[in-house]
């Protein structure tokens, strides 16, 4: 169990459009997931954290109205990058933490690697 | 706020030897430090993890442990074969945001 899946797993877009990016836990409800940014040959970095029915937290220098994220059901978060430019290009991985079990455990999707034109 | 650090950051061994991959912590109160496995161009695996309230954890090939004292944890994989070759990722718990904070990571080479 403690499956997470992603869609699309690779986007290619023009600069200024925008892109949504689906989490979803397959197999499990979660009240949390987590949205991180990796960049290549990079940790990972906390983006922003999601619960179901409430806004989002994000991490200190991220743009929220540029990365909205919307967790409308306890299976489903999503991300939108609006208006993406070249700088945005980079591996986004989103991560779930099972409802009822340890908050701290975290079961990570496949990612999605953005690439902007 | 929570500092993780990892070493080395690049491991090469032979199959069938062991590999063992340091973190240290700076957050006294964490509590909660799992290790993930990201092989390329996929996301990251939970492989183990270990609560404050033990020091070793084992499970088949990998065991992880842990000196709260010194604020250290350990990854060890026994008889490492070459699909252990992945980057290796420590984390910790950081309480006073409950957020986990991760480590540079370990890129792991298992050579046949």
């Known amino acids: 169990g403690a499956v997470v899946s992603q869609h699309p797993s690779w986007v290619i877009c023009k600069s200024g459009t925008s892109v949504k990016i689906e989490c979803r836990s397959l197999?499990?409800?979660?009240?949390?997931m987590f949205w991180y940014r990796q960049f290549p040959k990079q940790s990972l970095m906390l983006m922003a954290t999601?619960?179901?029915?409430?806004?989002?937290?994000?991490e200190q220098g991220v743009e929220k109205d540029k990365f909205l994220i919307n967790h409308a059901s306890l299976t489903l978060s999503t991300l939108t990058v609006t208006s993406a430019h070249p700088e945005d290009s980079s591996f986004y991985i989103c991560?779930?933490?099972?409802?009822?079990?340890?908050?701290?455990?975290?079961?990570f999707g496949p990612g999605t690697r953005l690439t902007v034109l | 706020g929570e500092n993780v650090e990892q070493h080395p950051s690049t491991l090469s061994v032979q199959e069938g030897d062991s590999a063992v991959i340091k973190c240290t912590y700076s957050d006294s109160a964490s509590n909660y430090f799992p290790w993930y496995k990201q092989e390329l161009g996929k996301g990251p695996q939970l492989i183990i993890d270990i609560r404050s309230n033990v020091g070793e954890k084992k499970d088949q090939r990998i065991a992880v442990t842990l000196n709260k004292t010194a604020k250290h944890f350990s990854l060890h994989i026994t008889e490492t074969q070459p699909e252990d070759s992945a980057v290796y990722f420590c984390?910790?718990?950081?309480?006073?945001?409950?957020?986990?904070?991760f480590g540079p990571g370990t890129s792991l080479s298992v050579i046949p």
């Open positions: 999601s619960n179901e029915g409430s806004k989002a937290t994000y």
């Open positions: 984390a910790a718990l950081e309480t006073s945001y409950d957020k986990v904070i």
């Open positions: 197999d499990f409800q979660a009240t949390t």
């Open positions: 991560s779930a933490a099972r409802a009822g079990g340890p908050s701290d455990t975290q079961y």
